[in-house]
């Protein structure tokens, strides 16, 4: 199996390398394109990988193609592709944020060809990302399953209907980010406190991704990770001093609003 890949910057870094260091491929079964030909040529010399002269080449040359550019020149793309998908049919893989499996359909002129969206998030870098897939009318469950392999190495998988792309782009795909910028807060608020930077943010990972482990291991046993917050606070403690402060100044409502932003945002990409 061939994988090509039209785009080769920071996603399709994380799924090239993930693939091949799981051995799903080797590095010898992957095609790159990139306009930035620097971009698909670093790619290419660390996997192993082929650097192709158009996206064209790729889909003349790969069994399943992932589309790896941003969403404003996916359509484009797309539109340019469509003889070249027609008379190939490889399962095509969109990780566009917004674009719909319909919207992705017209672009290649209704060719009924294997389309299937998938909504990867950051963290496939290291190998702990997680995927939602969603295949379009054509696409078997074959392909399907090969789409889900490539992702399983990556991370984990989760197959979800279209209709919830967006909620899942914002608590999964988008959701590293509002992590992020949680244990940097907290990083700033240990500065404020005395602490080096760099000594409280490993210390604030850890606590979250400890507390990212509680939620999902509990969860097993029905406990919620509201129970898990009043596990934390002891009465008249430090821990509920902080809550009240923190929701005083509105986080709750605040992380929902930006997951509503991110669901707005992303119908919006969609056009
Ligand atoms: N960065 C993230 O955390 C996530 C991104 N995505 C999606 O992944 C896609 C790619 O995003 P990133 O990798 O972050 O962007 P990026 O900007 O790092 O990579 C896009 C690459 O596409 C190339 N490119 C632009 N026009 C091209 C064309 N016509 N033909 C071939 N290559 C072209 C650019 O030179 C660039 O290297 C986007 O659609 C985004 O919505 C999805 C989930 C997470
Ligand atoms: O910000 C974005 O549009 C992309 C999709 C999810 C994460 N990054």
Redesign the pocket.
Known sequence: MTIGF???????GAIVRGITGAGVVPGGDVLL????TD?ARRLADDVGATVARS?EEVVRGSDVVVL????Q??P??LTDLAGAVTERRPVLVS???GITLAALEEHLGGADVPVVRV????NAMIGAGMAAVSGNAAASAADVARVVEMFDAVGGTVEIAEKDFATYTAIA?SS?AFVFTFVDALARGAVRGGMPKALATRIAAQAVLGSARMVLERAEAGVSPADLVDMVCSPGGTTIAGIVEMEEAGFSPAVVRGVQAVIDRDRELGG
């Open positions: 039209v785009g080769a910057g920071t996603m399709a394109y990139d306009v930035a971009a996206a790896a550019v941003k969403p020149v996916l484009a793309v990780i566009a944020a909504m990867p998030n950051v795909g590293p």
